[in-house]
């Protein structure tokens, strides 16, 4: 928000139909994913740090990609703790920062790691080209790549570990995640 002429983070909840982004609203972020959709959880960060962390995710990831590419499609971004427990496979919602810096009832954080994620496509782009490329122009924290025609998971956070995951399918059928340098995964093809 404008405090005195400068930008500050913002200390209170803002309107979910509020931009974060250029090209970006709160509520683009919080109510994406097919379980949200089909659920119509309400889904809503409750933490005004996740407000700021999902900015940020626009600022510094997506926006930088929608320049590049063009328009992105959200598959999957903020995860509240109920609408995790909607989900029943392929999330962990301890590491994946997809719960930002939301918290448990004990308040304890969902997700150490804190930050947020977002999982995203760009129509008729190869979508290892858009991880390398995200990967060389843009200061994310993890990046996990699922396949060519696959949403990638990125996310931005305090941590700035720039990890790369690929999570391909081995031969039983489970994705195994495989930790990549960003020279070895640059030279994919």
Known sequence: KINNFTLSRILDIPNIEDKCSNNFRYIDLIRCGETQART???????????????????????????????????????????????????????????????????????????????DFLVADENMLEVAQWTVSNTPFDRLYFYGNNNPIHVSYGPDNNQQIVLMLSASSGKRVPQVKSAESFLALT
């Open 40 to 118: 119509g959880c309400e889904n809503l960060p409750e933490q005004p740090e996740t407000y700021n962390a999902l900015a940020d995710l626009c600022r510094f990831i997506l926006e930088p990609v929608v320049e590049y590419f063009g328009m992105i499609e959200l598959t999957y971004g903020f995860s509240s703790m109920a609408l995790s427990k909607l989900i029943k496979t392929r999330i962990d919602p301890s590491r994946d920062q997809h719960a930002s810096y939301e918290v448990k009832k004990n308040g304890r954080l969902i997700c150490e790691r804190v930050g947020a994620a977002v």
